[in-house]
């Protein structure tokens, strides 16, 4: 029994297993086809995955072609805006030039009006130019580039005793004596050469010629115009016969009058000269008769005392004499300023020069404030000035024991001033100081010759400098010089 369920077991198993490997079987078969189909699925989705590529390629040069084409269509309108901004602005341009060809075709149909005008003015203005140089009571005539006469007036021929016919389209030399004519044409020349860079007018003197070949002195005035003809000028011409007559008289009256005072002056001259010379000249005389008619009896020091007069005399005769030397060559114009350089101690030497030639007893008050030892003047005008200052200061102030001298200097200026506390000088006197031979009414018996200020002014002048006189009667004077330095 047992044996039968075995067996039966067995079979049951074999067909157990049989149904099993079937299913296995029927399992492979359906993964096979699985497998395939797997397979093919994958195969349809490479297929589907390479035609998405190339769709996908394909889509993206369709893209790439849009945006290009869209590139070529924003130029195409950038393009199309700029050729119509371009016709825009030439449309603009062309509204422009034909509102300028409009307003140039009216500025033209001004100008021609305003030609038309200014030619109608400009007859009228040759017209009135005419007229005015017809009427001029001076003698007029107009005279071309060449030196020709194109147009007088009436008073031209009255004047030059010339008909209009003869004179127009001659040489306006006609009108000149011969010795003048080509000098003067030259003078034409010049006249138009300068006046077309320089308008101006030109006054010369000639002498015209009349028709009878009488001369006369004439006044040329020469005027640049321009006229349609042309650059011209008008010469207007004046008859100075009565002029040069009163010229005449007037310089005859001024020679006269100068010969009367140089008359004057040398009498004044002679008359202080006389007095000058005879008061040193008796004080000398007695002196030297004294000496030969004392001599055995008189002391060393009677001797040295009357000698000192003798000298003083002498040194006032020489001073004299050298005034009036200074005074003819300053009057011949002899005199002239010699440059060169001078120590500053001469000016306190030169004053006590004409101090001790004076035998005063005045003493010189000198200050000197100058930082150079030496500048650049005249010796002799410095010495000539100083000298004469000085001795006015102690001649008219002899009651005073100080003269006061101040000398000052710098880079550009010599000042000098000599101060005293003698009589002064009147104002009365004041306007005539710097003339020769003038005295002031205070001076009473001092000796002099009026000649001091004036030699002073002018060797001052000759230094180029000023001079200044403060003084009052009674008080004293005061004598500012100021000298300008030449450098180098």
């Not at 945006?67 to 602005?89: D, G, M, S, T, Y």
Request: aromatic letters at 6%; charged letters at 25%.
């Amino acid at each position: 029994m047992n044996k039968k369920i075995k067996t039966h077991s067995l079979v049951i198993s074999k067909k157990e297993l049989i149904y099993q490997n079937r299913e296995k079987q029927k399992q492979a078969a359906e993964l096979m086809i699985a497998n395939k189909k797997l397979v093919f699925q994958n195969g349809e989705k490479e297929k589907r995955a390479a035609e998405l590529v190339i769709a996908n390629t394909e889509l993206a040069f369709q893209n790439k072609e849009k945006e290009k084409r869209a590139a070529e269509l924003i130029v195409a309108n950038k393009e199309l805006a700029f050729q119509n901004a371009e016709k825009e602005k030439r449309a603009a341009e062309l509204i422009i030039a034909n509102e300028e060809l409009a307003f140039q075709n009216e500025e033209k149909e001004k100008r021609a009006a305003e030609l038309s005008l200014a030619n109608s003015e400009l007859k009228l203005a040759v017209g009135q130019f005419r007229m005015v140089v017809e009427s001029s009571p001076n003698a007029m005539i107009l005279i071309n580039e060449a030196g020709v006469i194109t147009l007088i007036n009436s008073a031209t021929e009255r004047l030059f005793r010339h008909q209009r016919h003869y004179l127009v389209g001659k040489k306006v030399e006609t009108l000149l004596p011969q010795r003048f004519r080509s000098q003067f044409s030259g003078v034409i020349k010049s006249f138009f050469e300068k006046a077309h860079t320089q308008l101006t007018a030109r006054e010369v003197e000639w002498f015209g010629v009349r028709e009878d070949n009488t001369e006369f002195p004439v006044e040329v005035g020469l005027n640049p115009i321009e006229l349609p003809e042309g650059n011209m000028v008008l010469a207007s011409i004046v008859d100075i016969s009565e002029r040069k007559i009163q010229e005449a008289n007037k310089l005859k009256s001024e020679a006269l009058e100068k010969e009367r005072q140089l008359v004057e002056m040398k009498g004044k001259f002679i008359s202080i000269a006389s007095h000058e010379f005879r008061t040193p000249l008796s004080t000398i005389l007695l002196a030297t008769g004294f000496m030969t008619k004392y001599n055995a009896s008189l002391k060393p020091e009677e001797i040295s005392k009357k000698l000192q007069n003798i000298e003083k005399q002498v040194n006032l005769m020489t001073f004299l004499l050298d005034d009036v030397l200074d005074v003819g060559r300053g009057n011949a114009g002899m005199i002239k300023a010699q440059f060169r350089e001078v120590s500053c101690e001469i000016f306190e030497k030169m004053a006590l020069e004409a101090m001790k030639s004076l035998v005063t007893g005045h003493k010189l008050r000198y200050s000197l404030n100058c930082p150079y030892g030496k500048i650049m003047t005249d010796e002799k005008l410095i010495r000539s000035i100083i000298i004469n200052l000085i001795t006015n200061a102690v001649k008219f102030s002899s009651g005073a024991k100080f003269v006061s001298m101040t000398v000052a200097c710098d880079e550009d200026n010599l000042t000098i001033t000599i101060q005293d506390n003698g009589i002064g000088i009147p104002d009365e006197n004041k306007k005539e100081l710097f003339t020769s031979f003038s005295r002031g009414n205070n001076v009473g018996g001092i000796e002099g010759t009026g000649l001091g200020l004036s030699i002073v002014k002018k060797a001052v002048d000759l230094l180029n400098g000023t001079i200044a006189v403060n003084s009052t009667a009674g008080k004293g004077t005061e004598v500012l010089l100021n000298l300008p330095l030449p450098h180098g």
